[in-house]
């Protein structure tokens, strides 16, 4: 992972019209662990917002946001149980803006990564930032520690990101 600040960063290139992301975390938690909270009802509020996940492919994800988001309102694309989750971060007419959630067993812990494909606009750096943030979130939550979004790091990482998309993108 290329890291621009402390703790901050990931792999960022054109493809297309797209822009492919990839932000990963190691974890000292089990992959059936990290599973769990990645696709269980019940602790997706805890890292995300509050929804609901059908444990299935072709499942609905569906995920509030309240009036700090746009509602999501999908269907899963892929299903590998503790292996592989993909779905689009997106509902109705919104561009798509598809997900995927590796985990990858190392040693007694998890490497997680999440691969982002979005489209090429001027929202990129705030996506990454926003999953950034969620993803302090979830290692925080696997922690058993309850953390609010942290608007101070997403912040951090808006600048970071939008520093990274404008060296990789402007090509």
């Keep these: ?10 792999l960022i290139e054109k493809t297309g019209d797209r822009v492919r992301v990839q932000l990963e975390r ?12 990645l ?6 509020g805890q890292w995300l917002a509050p929804g609901s996940l059908e444990p299935r492919e072709g499942g609905r994800v569906q995920v ?5 988001g746009t509602p999501i ?4 694309q ?3 149980p503790n292996r592989l989750l993909a779905y689009s971060w997106s509902a109705g007419d919104t561009p798509e803006r598809p997900l995927t959630w590796e985990l990858i ?3 007694q812990g998890t490497l997680l990564t999440l691969t982002l494909s979005l489209p090429l606009d001027g929202l990129v750096a705030i996506s990454c930032a926003g999953w950034d943030s969620h993803l302090e979130m979830l290692m925080a939550a696997l922690e058993g ?16 990101f939008e520093r990274m998309v404008q060296e990789r993108l402007a090509a």
């Design 64 to 68: 509030d946001f309240g009036n700090s």
């Design 105 to 107: 067993p190392r040693g």
């Design 145 to 160: 520690i309850s953390i609010s979004f942290p608007a101070a790091r997403f912040r951090q990482a808006r600048s970071v």
């Design 73 to 76: 309102d999908c269907l899963i």
């Design 26 to 37: 190691e974890t000292g938690h089990a992959p059936e662990q990290v599973w769990q909270m």
């Design 78 to 80: 892929a299903w590998q």
């Design 1 to 10: 992972m290329a890291m621009n600040e402390p703790g901050i960063g990931g």
């Design 39 to 44: 696709t269980d009802s019940v602790y997706l």
